[in-house]
């Protein structure tokens, strides 16, 4: 067996922030962790929408059945100032299928509500062990599947929208947008695959790289186990969907924004996706950030956090084709 390679160095700015960030963490994650990890997710959500509807965000709830007939929430957010012209954005949280809420990541949300005066979608998709594939994938299109059936009563246009997630969130938003594809689904305009969760074997240099940081590999193991159990790493074919960096065609894709750091585990997987994206005749915009680890946007007083969200706003406001609106009036 190969010596593991030498990892890609942090960035000196993000590597100050991140032995902050994971002090007093738990590193890696277990399973005995998840149900404290969640409680505490779950407070922080609470107080997150407190603050968010201070502000002025509004927000609607739907039940919305999923593929085994039970209710997934689906939340809709916008802006005092939302409009017909407003566009939708469907997002999907990460948490390494594990862990998460659809709070998580609310101040990515409301960064696009204020920018674009967007309509964005949550969806409360079920979380692995105790809810294992296909259902976490199930719920997640369900949700979107349910929006576009109902774009005239919630004033959406599905069709002129994107797809968003952020590590696992991005996987699922993967494997969504194949759903809608082999199902004559919902098409969107694009998708935004923030360092994305997509292939269970850990057969990439950079999925063995990192054992210390925000996301690790016995934790990106652990992660798939309980999504896939016995399926998750071997050899044999896994069903449709549960692993988009599996799929052997790419073709038929939203346009897409891909997003890792070089030094974190999804790096490679989310280069080979944008490869085979492109190699399938398709539209995939790719970005590498030298020196970041996974999830260093939360570090948004750095440069290279910054220059990221820079970066994909201003794609977002080209696929979408709305004017970007940075100091919302209704904002404090």
Not at 85 to 106: D, E, K, Q, T, V
Request: hydrophobic share 45%.
């Amino acid at each position: 067996m190969s010596a593991r390679k030498p990892a890609s160095p942090l960035d000196p700015e993000l590597a100050a922030g991140l032995a902050v960030a994971l002090m007093g963490s738990p590193s890696p994650i277990t399973l005995a962790d998840v149900p404290g990890k969640r409680l505490e997710e779950d407070r922080m959500g609470v107080a997150a929408v407190a603050a968010a509807r201070q502000r002025g965000i509004r927000i609607e709830e739907a039940d919305v059945p999923s593929v085994d007939g039970t209710p997934v929430r689906l939340s809709l957010l916008y802006g005092p100032d939302r409009s017909a012209a407003s566009p939708f954005i469907y997002y999907i949280h990460g948490g390494g299928m594990m862990l998460g809420n659809r709070w998580s990541g609310l101040d990515v949300m409301e960064d696009w509500i204020d920018r674009f005066n967007a309509v964005v979608a949550t969806v409360e998709y079920r979380l692995a062990p105790e809810h294992p594939f296909p259902l976490p994938q199930e719920d997640c299109y369900a949700g979107l599947v349910w929006a576009a059936g109902h774009e005239n009563e919630l004033g959406i246009n599905v069709e002129a929208g994107l797809m968003a997630g952020i590590s696992a969130g991005a996987g699922l938003a993967a494997a969504v947008a194949l759903m809608a594809r082999d199902r004559g689904g919902p098409k969107l305009s694009g998708m935004v695959l923030l360092a994305p969760m997509l292939d269970d074997r850990s057969i990439s240099a950079s999925s063995r790289q990192f054992s210390t940081s925000m996301w690790s590999a016995a934790e990106n193991d652990l992660g798939w186990r309980s999504l896939l159990g016995e399926l998750a790493g071997g050899p044999g074919p896994l069903p449709p969907h549960a692993a988009p960096g599996r799929c052997e065609d790419l073709s038929g894709l939203p346009h897409a924004f891909l997003e890792a750091g070089s030094a974190e585990i999804f790096r490679d997987e989310t280069v080979d996706f944008a490869s085979r994206i492109w190699r399938a005749g398709g539209r995939a915009e790719l970005h590498v950030w030298s020196g970041a680890f996974h999830g260093f946007e939360i570090l948004s007083h750095t440069l290279i956090a910054q220059s990221a969200t820079q970066v994909r706003n201003s794609w977002i406001q080209r696929v979408l084709g709305v004017p970007e609106n940075p100091t919302a009036t209704w904002s404090t």
